[in-house]
């Protein structure tokens, strides 16, 4: 740990409770992030920024004031809680504010979420990656490829006046290539992308190589005709569909504020029966894993979302928890280190099936096979229209071609209860896991 930024934050908090405040809380990140840019296959711009700053929450007869600063020093520090204090002061006080949260419970240990060796590397190893990546992707002569590679390290410190003190550091390297083919008029174009907290997992040849060839398998795309059909999914596409549906759903913050799509249905059936999905914080590796909040809460080992098709909580944090009338989940989260916390889910992890992923796709007799393509509702609409960027047409268990110019609509209830199967096989990326999953019927705009 840095104990001179340790230093300054603890000396910010203790700063603003002599001010007089009666709730403080200080959120202190220091950490860089490295980002490569990609543009026509050539790397078009590098930049290096700092992700460093303390936010500063203080809380005056249930006002809060908030104020937060990048220069760290003792006396800018002093003028940055002044300024949260004096907000405080004449900001309008907020009824459904009860406290920031306490938790003396011991941090735990999660293996793989700090690499010394992410944060070591340097800017021409980091370069020389995604070059292997791009050479890759090469699949075709004249291939066009784009995407950036990023990679970063965080250190975080929270304190607040209930007694939370907490600190740890991560690190995070990721990667995302497009590649597009063109032959005269026909044009294949696909995408793949990969994230890791150590760079031992960080799978860079996958990336290009992935990308090229599901660009290969884009070429000769046909429009289909408009009608309603089965919809099959790998488990990217499985994933990126439910946790986009569930994540927004069971957001208390959505709840109170009226627009998440789960209002007062603790304890309904929400889904087909075959669904279940837990929230893993711990997960070892995991790339959205976490030791302990935003507000350095720590969470239960898992939250069971759905059970069985039935919605069992929302996820919270110390402001949603008693307007919802739920326990702290611990699933405070922060855009930036200048912002106030939200509830948000760590990494899904969706319950397999019975049924193998081949007989799935044998057995369809007709549909649409997506591959890394998500269907998601619009905002906060429950209603889903969703472009298919890599699909393709299925006739007699048989995959014919891939599809352009297609749209799949409808609505999230029609959809998460149309499941009619899960795969028994699964894919693992970093602690996001899903199966293969078919829908009986979406509604297809197919253009033709």
């Known amino acids: 740990m840095d104990n001179e930024f340790f230093d300054l934050a603890k000396h910010a908090l203790d700063y603003g409770l002599n001010l007089g405040a009666e709730e403080i809380e200080i959120y202190a990140v220091k950490g860089f992030s490295r980002t490569v840019q990609l543009e026509k296959t050539a790397i078009s711009r590098f930049s290096e920024t700092s992700g460093s700053g303390i936010g500063v929450r203080i809380f005056k007869n249930k006002a809060v004031g908030m104020s937060s600063t990048t220069i760290f020093t003792k006396e800018n520090i002093e003028k940055t809680v002044k300024n949260a204090f004096s907000l405080s002061k004449i900001s309008q006080p907020d009824p459904k504010f009860q406290s920031l949260p306490s938790d003396d419970r011991p941090i735990p240990d999660i293996?793989?979420?700090?690499?010394?060796?992410?944060?070591?590397?340097?800017?021409?190893?980091?370069?020389?990656?995604?070059?292997?990546?791009?050479?890759?992707?090469?699949?075709?002569?004249?291939?066009?490829?784009?995407?950036?590679?990023?990679?970063?390290?965080l250190e975080r410190i929270i304190l607040n006046s209930q007694g939370i003190e907490r600190w740890c550091k991560s690190t995070s390297i990721s990667g995302y290539l497009s590649v597009k083919i063109e032959k005269e008029e026909d044009i294949g174009v696909a995408y793949y992308y990969d994230s890791s907290n150590t760079l031992k997992q960080f799978d860079y040849i996958k990336i290009g190589k992935e990308a090229g060839i599901r660009a290969k398998k884009m070429l000769g795309a046909k429009k289909i005709e408009t009608k309603t059909l089965p919809i099959f999914l790998d488990p990217e596409s499985t994933y990126g569909t439910l946790s986009s549906i569930v994540s927004q759903g069971v957001n208390a913050f959505n709840v109170i504020n009226k627009t998440s799509f789960f209002i007062d249905k603790i304890g309904d059936k929400i889904a087909t029966e075959k669904l279940t999905?837990?929230?893993?914080?711990?997960?070892?590796?995991?790339?959205?894993?976490?030791k302990f909040d935003d507000e350095g809460v720590v969470p239960k080992e898992k939250t069971v979302i759905v059970k069985d098709g039935i919605l069992q909580t929302y996820v919270t944090d110390s402001y949603t928890a008693p307007l919802v009338g739920l326990e702290n989940t611990g699933h405070a989260s922060r855009g930036t280190f200048s912002s106030r916390p939200v509830p948000s889910v760590y990494a899904l992890q969706i319950k397999e099936g019975e049924t193998s992923k081949d007989s799935l796709l044998e057995e369809l007799k007709e549909g649409i096979f997506l591959l890394g393509?998500?269907?998601?509702?619009?905002?906060?609409?429950?209603?889903?229209?969703?472009q298919i960027n890599q699909g393709f047409y299925v006739k007699d268990g048989e995959i014919v071609h891939p599809v352009k110019n297609a749209v799949i609509g409808g609505n999230i209830y029609e959809l998460l209860n149309s499941i009619t199967y899960f795969s028994k096989e699964t894919e693992n990326r970093k602690g996001h896991i899903a199966p293969w999953m078919l829908i009986e019927n979406l509604k297809v705009s197919g253009g033709k």
């Open 111 to 153: 293996d793989d979420l700090y690499d010394e060796a992410v944060e070591n590397l340097s800017v021409e190893e980091f370069t020389d990656l995604m070059l292997q990546s791009v050479e890759e992707g090469k699949i075709e002569k004249d291939v066009i490829i784009g995407g950036n590679y990023g990679l970063g390290k």
């Open 277 to 290: 999905i837990i929230d893993d914080p711990f997960y070892p590796g995991g790339i959205n894993s976490a």
């Open 373 to 386: 393509s998500s269907i998601h509702p619009s905002g906060d609409s429950p209603t889903i229209s969703s």
